[in-house]
């Protein structure tokens, strides 16, 4: 029978044991192992059968169970010994308390406001899909070890993402086990009366949008979790947060429009209830969350707020705000048509008193190839915010060719787009064997300072571990697939602790390149079963629910590793999740990645394998393009021309990657010395973890976004104050319409010494420059000399900028006259142009309006001068 409602029962802990409630309910025990090993000592078995779960562990301990805890005196000292750590943990001073994050002389950002769609905090908190996910839990938990005072936000979604399964014949199927937030790390924020905290938004015919506010403890910093599965809401809009990326387009943008606008006002309750500073800065991570900035500019139209127009609003609004981007194709972006999002806004729904019409315009592809009937997320994260980066040195080159056409006249590399690459948390994915004894913390493991025997034997213990959980979980997934007990004996023979293991996991959309191992099957065949140097591999990956393509591959790689010649060297084990991850990097020799380059945004998987002295064999893409050395791993080769199709470019690289591991990889594995040891191998184990490790550290991250983002943005924000903003709201529409009649309109050069087309190493061009500045006056620009190499079509590259300086007034034109002098610094080709630049002391960024003036002519005659 079905029951007709569900209950969560908690436990009634004794008064003694009542610590253990706030240690579960902060989730800073899924990185704490001695917190861990606490709740394992309440109930060894109990803690197994909840998955490492406390909430869950604690809802199934008996009674009696907890009355003989309560007067065990040795575990109330270790008790009482925890709840004092995460006391001291969660208020004591921490790097940025004490480390001047701001530079000298300025307050660090009080407090800021982190937006994502999804956080992978825990496997015990299910709320992510994939990298992304990750990436932010890994955010929040670093922020709270360095003490940064971020306030995540983000939305529950009830049935999460989907666990996933397998068929008989390897089809991928989903699953969507209901979540009760009362069975979750989880308590709802309250009002003063005890009535949960929500937010509401208004919808197109006078609907509503409710959702409760749930919160849940990351060590020191809050989480907020907007959740609309609430009594008040009609049954649609009951679900809009059912599924984490599932629905159609109006599903998708009330998600994001609960998560940018919702999201602001349930961080506003929050300060408000609980006395929390409020945010300086707004962190975008991803266009999901862009409306956030819409509301904040609802917020300062109101008459408390200094009654800001909207372009005086937006000028304070970007001033405060970081935009992320993690993709690096247009395809990855959420768009959605301009007539759905104008129903959703102005009058007629969320927003009133905010021109709709001004919403549409930051949403708009502005540039060459754009779509004006579409309503893209990405474009207006990068309008609502003054300073954007994406998440690896290559990703960030990509980024500013993909976006520049919202800065026309600025070259790719002169986008004001830049990178932090992204990094990984190493207490969450470095095995306890492998921190252990660390002397300067995760970074530098305390594994890397064993002998190479002892080293060698670690590698050998978590091969092993990991080989004995593939066989658990294969045998569950061939049982779930109808396998009978009788026939998976198999199974006890499935890999092998000696053999050189590689991991391949990760979300499965094409360009991931899931199967191109299976390029030449039998080449791959006899990799696997080589008598002397074999191979296995493990495989983990989940295709989107709608994503066909994915399933076909994830079914062509469980078909192939079914194959009774291949099956206990190559496995395929569903449902890829923390908890599996958390085993498979430490377990692993080789990180397999192989995207189509460059593709990969950063991914962070073979990050978190190096932390664990997995070396790392993968394309040059994302994070691998910008650390690989020879010590690391191996780069496989890329045929990524224009003129190779993509049948011929996966050939090409399937023959680069079996030809690493037949001739280099393999050998140096078994290659043993008079110790029985591979020497070259340990040696490159102990370089990962000695030297890559301290990079891949997602403290470095934190560090650079507070350094290189929160603190400038901080101090922009401060000093937009409501007049300000209204004189560079009204400072940047004067320069718009000027802009259209300011010219270069003549550039002289002369030469100290040279003759013709050339000049000497070392000389100087004195530069005299006539320019029409229409209205505006010399305050308002930078004329600049640009100068560097040129290219066969005359086009500089590596450009350095000169400022040139005004002399004397107008002409009777109305003309001003701008003079300099430009140094040849270098050899060969070599010329320059002149170009005019809006300039103002709150710009962020000289290309931040997009503008430029450069002369129409180039050559002697003209108005550039090109010397060779």
């Not at 945004?601 to 394309?619: F, R």
């Not at 224009?642 to 140096?668: G, S, W």
Request: proline share 7%; with cysteine.
């Amino acid at each position: 029978m079905k029951a007709i409602r569900r209950f969560s029962v908690r436990p009634v802990l004794p008064e003694p044991l009542r610590p253990l409630s706030e240690l579960a309910r902060n989730l800073r025990w899924s990185w704490h192992p001695e917190t861990c090993d606490l709740f394992r000592g309440v109930d060894p078995e109990g803690w197994r059968t909840a998955g490492g779960d406390p909430v869950r562990l604690l809802s199934g301990v008996s009674a009696a169970r907890l009355e003989s805890l309560a007067a065990d005196r040795d575990f109330l000292d270790r008790l009482a010994e925890a709840a004092a750590g995460l006391r001291e943990y969660r208020t004591g001073p921490r790097w940025y308390q004490t480390a001047g994050t701001a530079g000298p002389g300025a307050e660090p950002p009080a407090a800021i406001a982190y937006f994502s769609p999804e956080f992978g905090i825990t496997a015990a908190l299910p709320q992510y899909s994939g990298g992304l996910g990750i990436l932010a839990g890994d955010h929040l938990k670093t922020a709270s070890d360095l003490g940064v005072p971020l306030i995540g936000v983000g939305l529950l979604y009830r049935r999460g993402y989907f666990r996933q399964s397998l068929s008989r014949d390897g089809w991928q199927q989903e699953h969507y086990p209901l979540l009760d937030p009362n069975e979750l790390p989880l308590a709802p924020l309250r009002e003063p009366g005890g009535r949960p905290a929500r937010v509401t938004l208004a919808l197109p015919g006078g609907r509503s949008l409710h959702a409760v506010i749930w919160e849940a403890r990351v060590g020191r910093v809050p989480l907020l979790l907007l959740d609309s599965d609430t009594e008040e809401n009609e049954p649609h809009e009951r679900e809009v947060t059912d599924r984490l990326y599932g629905g159609g387009s109006e599903h998708r943008l009330l998600q994001e429009m609960l998560l940018g606008i919702g999201g602001v006002r349930a961080v506003r309750a929050y300060c408000r209830l609980t006395g929390h500073p409020a945010p300086e800065v707004f962190h975008t991570n991803e266009g999901h969350a862009g409306f956030l900035g819409l509301e904040r500019i609802r917020e300062l139209g109101e008459a408390e707020h200094g009654s800001l127009d909207f372009g005086s609003a937006l000028e304070a609004v970007r001033a405060g705000t970081v935009f992320t981007t993690h993709t690096p194709v247009p395809a990855g972006i959420d768009r959605f048509d301009r007539d759905l999002v104008a129903r959703h806004f102005g009058d007629g729904g969320e927003l009133p008193g905010v021109d709709a019409g001004r919403i549409l315009e930051l949403g708009t592809e502005t540039y060459p190839g754009g779509e004006p009937h579409l309503f893209n997320m990405a474009v207006m994260g990068l309008r609502l915010a003054q300073r954007a980066n994406g998440v690896s040195l290559l990703h960030g080159r990509v980024s500013r060719g993909m976006f520049a056409g919202l800065w026309p006249g600025f070259d790719p590399e002169e986008v004001p787009i830049g990178s932090v690459t992204n990094g990984v948390h190493a207490p969450t994915w470095t095995a306890p064997e492998v921190l252990r004894g660390a002397p300067d913390g995760p970074g530098a493991p305390g594994a890397a300072g064993l002998s190479d025997a002892g080293l060698w034997e670690l590698r050998r213990t978590l091969r092993e571990r990991l080989v004995t959980e593939v066989r658990e979980r294969l045998y569950a997934s061939w049982r779930q697939r109808g396998a009978a007990a009788a026939e998976l004996g198999w199974i006890d023979g499935v890999l092998d602790p000696d053999v050189l293991t590689i991991g391949f996991a990760r979300r499965v959309p094409s360009y991931k390149r899931l199967t191109l191992m299976l390029r030449d099957r039998e080449r791959l065949i006899e990799l696997l079963l080589h008598p002397e140097r074999p191979v296995q591999i493990v495989v983990a990956g989940k295709a989107h629910p709608a994503d066909d393509g994915g399933k076909r591959l994830v079914q062509e790689l469980v078909r192939f590793a079914d194959d009774p010649r291949v099956r206990h060297r190559l496995v395929f084990l569903p449902d890829y999740g923390m908890a599996m991850a958390q085993k498979l990097y430490p377990g692993c020799d080789v990180w397999l990645n192989n995207p189509l380059r460059p593709l990969e945004a950063c991914g962070t998987s073979g990050m978190k394998a190096a932390l664990n002295g997995c070396l790392n064999l993968s394309v040059l893409d994302g994070w691998w393009d910008e650390w690989f050395e020879p010590d690391f791993g191996w780069a496989i080769p890329t045929a990524d021309g224009p003129a190779t199709d993509e049948d011929r470019r996966d050939d090409l690289e399937a023959h680069a990657l079996y030809e690493l591991l037949e001739q280099r990889v393999t050998p140096l594995f078994y290659d043993r010395g008079a110790a029985g040891l591979p020497g070259r191998w340990i040696e490159m184990v102990r370089r990962t973890l000695t030297e890559l490790g301290p990079k891949v550290l997602a403290e470095r991250m934190v560090e650079s976004y507070v350094r290189e983002l929160y603190a400038p943005a901080a101090r922009a924000h401060r000093r937009l104050d409501a007049d300000a903003a209204r004189e560079l709201a009204a400072w940047k529409a004067k320069v718009r319409s000027a802009w259209p009649r300011v010219a270069v309109d003549h550039v002289e050069a002369e030469a100290a010494h040279g003759n013709g087309g050339t000049a000497e190493l070392g000389s100087e061009l004195a530069l005299r420059v006539r320019v029409a500045l229409d209205t505006l006056v010399p305050e308002d620009v930078e004329v600049q000399a640009v100068a560097g190499r040129v290219d066969g079509e005359d086009r500089i590259t590596g450009g350095r900028a000169v400022p040139l300086k005004p002399s004397g007034g107008p002409d009777t034109e109305g003309r001003r006259l701008y003079e300099g002098r430009l140094t040849l610094e270098r050899t060969g080709s070599f010329g320059f142009t002149v170009r005019v630049l809006p300039a103002h002391p709150l710009l962020a960024d000289p290309a931040e309006l997009g503008l430029t003036a450069v002369p129409q002519e180039t050559g002697p005659e003209g108005a550039g001068v090109l010397m060779r």
